[in-house]
């Protein structure tokens, strides 16, 4: 049966009592998205599943996205984008060190996808675990006289220049990428689209500024609101068994992943992406 159990007071639900791989109803199947919404990131436990099943069960969230330049993208399944420090024939089979320092996946984009499914296959012994915070209850924790003066403030985020913090083992943007990567603009204070709950998006450890400020009253505002929305109130661990499944929805959370030695362990992880809101509701497989 069908258990909902919140992780921390922050954030998070643990959802037992299911086998993703098997049709779920559609009164489970809004259970569970609904809880996703409502604390923005979802663990599953003990979950095999194969790279066409994962594709499927994301379906169940919203539109499967896939990075078509990504050289990192699984041969047979591209929806899947591998993130592993694995080598094959002495090249890597995926990303080794993305995703180190808080953030919201592509925001450097115009539209950034709405959320990201990580499944482990290989996980070390210790370090690799992946931090989310959620960025509604540190909204809601803001001070008043803060959440007003946020209100209408815009981010402007460079990708050029948070590509050493996302990526420091690639090299710096060449000259064509330069030209490519426009800077683009987000609310500091999103509305969610499904839930319209308002949530902090203020990115991590990368270097945004707020449009309009001056770099003296921008960069101190951004870093208070970044070391705001980590607190351990709002943030939640998770240290990796294999068979996890972690969903969490990017237009309210943030997330990181941590160290592990690299030389010695290996990580294999198979992530999702979702790019856009379910059509419909009700995508289970059952009534
Ligand atoms: C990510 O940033 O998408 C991946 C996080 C992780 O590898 O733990």
Same mark, same amino acid.
């Given at each position: 049966m069908l258990e909902l159990v919140p992780i921390t007071e922050g954030i998070g639900t643990e959802v037992r009592?299911? *086998?993703? =791989?098997r049709p779920v109803s559609d009164v489970d199947l809004e259970r569970i998205y609904q809880a996703w919404i409502d604390t923005t990131i979802l663990v599953f436990r003990g979950q095999d599943m194969t790279p066409t099943q994962h594709v499927e069960f994301t379906r169940h969230f919203g539109e499967v996205f896939t990075y =078509? $330049?990504?050289?990192?993208?699984? *041969?047979?399944?591209?929806?899947i984008l591998i993130l592993s420090n694995i080598t094959r024939d002495g090249k890597p089979i995926g990303s080794a060190?993305? #995703? $180190?320092?808080w953030h919201s996946d #592509? !925001?450097?984009? =115009?539209d950034p996808p709405v959320g990201s499914m990580l499944y482990a296959r290989e996980v070390p012994p210790e370090g690799g675990d992946t931090w989310y915070g959620n960025m509604m209850a540190a909204y809601d924790a803001l001070p008043p006289a803060v959440q007003e003066r946020i209100a209408d403030l815009k981010v402007v985020i460079s990708r050029v220049q948070s590509r050493p913090y996302n990526y420091p083992d690639r090299p710096a943007p060449t000259e064509k990428e330069r030209a490519e990567w426009v800077d683009v603009t987000h609310p500091l204070v999103r509305v969610h689209e499904v839930s319209g709950r308002k949530a902090l998006y !203020? #990115? #991590?450890?990368v270097p945004w500024r707020i449009e309009g400020l001056s770099e003296d009253e921008s960069a101190p505002l951004i870093t208070f609101l970044q070391e705001f929305s980590v607190q351990p109130r709002f943030t939640y661990c998770h240290r990796w068994s294999v068979g996890d499944i972690v969903l969490w929805d990017n237009r309210s959370a943030m997330h990181r992943a941590t160290y592990y030695d690299h030389v010695k362990h290996r990580r294999l992880m198979h992530r999702t992406t979702i790019s856009g809101v379910r059509s419909a509701a009700g995508t289970g497989s059952e009534a």
């Amino acid at each position: 049966m069908l258990e909902l159990v919140p992780i921390t007071e922050g954030i998070g639900t643990e959802v037992r009592g299911i *086998d993703v =791989t098997r049709p779920v109803s559609d009164v489970d199947l809004e259970r569970i998205y609904q809880a996703w919404i409502d604390t923005t990131i979802l663990v599953f436990r003990g979950q095999d599943m194969t790279p066409t099943q994962h594709v499927e069960f994301t379906r169940h969230f919203g539109e499967v996205f896939t990075y =078509t $330049r990504s050289q990192f993208n699984d *041969d047979e399944h591209p929806e899947i984008l591998i993130l592993s420090n694995i080598t094959r024939d002495g090249k890597p089979i995926g990303s080794a060190y993305s #995703g $180190r320092v808080w953030h919201s996946d #592509g !925001a450097y984009l =115009t539209d950034p996808p709405v959320g990201s499914m990580l499944y482990a296959r290989e996980v070390p012994p210790e370090g690799g675990d992946t931090w989310y915070g959620n960025m509604m209850a540190a909204y809601d924790a803001l001070p008043p006289a803060v959440q007003e003066r946020i209100a209408d403030l815009k981010v402007v985020i460079s990708r050029v220049q948070s590509r050493p913090y996302n990526y420091p083992d690639r090299p710096a943007p060449t000259e064509k990428e330069r030209a490519e990567w426009v800077d683009v603009t987000h609310p500091l204070v999103r509305v969610h689209e499904v839930s319209g709950r308002k949530a902090l998006y !203020a #990115g #991590g450890n990368v270097p945004w500024r707020i449009e309009g400020l001056s770099e003296d009253e921008s960069a101190p505002l951004i870093t208070f609101l970044q070391e705001f929305s980590v607190q351990p109130r709002f943030t939640y661990c998770h240290r990796w068994s294999v068979g996890d499944i972690v969903l969490w929805d990017n237009r309210s959370a943030m997330h990181r992943a941590t160290y592990y030695d690299h030389v010695k362990h290996r990580r294999l992880m198979h992530r999702t992406t979702i790019s856009g809101v379910r059509s419909a509701a009700g995508t289970g497989s059952e009534a």
